[in-house]
């Protein structure tokens, strides 16, 4: 069982993660270290295409808005012919 407390003096001021990284084996920390930049990336791609869907639905927002009420009627009517 590993203990989340160093055994160190010098360590034991600095929190769980000096510890715990000091107890991790070699093995594992490439392993570690490309989860958290994996989990890193996710997250960007997860901000961007917020702001793409954000900035998508506020152009058709402005769109709809600037269209007039004919245009609006037709658009539906098209749709409706399709299906």
Do not use: C, Y
């Amino acid at each position: 069982m590993l203990s989340i407390t160093s055994s160190r003096p010098e360590l034991a001021g600095m929190g769980t993660t000096l510890a715990l990284r000091e107890q991790t084996p070699r093995v594992l920390r490439p392993l570690i270290g490309r989860s958290r930049w994996i989990s890193a990336m996710m997250k960007m791609k997860v901000k961007l295409n917020f702001k793409l869907l954000s900035s998508n639905v506020l152009q058709r927002q402005a769109t709809s808005q600037h269209s007039i009420p004919s245009q609006k009627s037709g658009m539906a009517r098209g749709h409706a012919d399709t299906q």
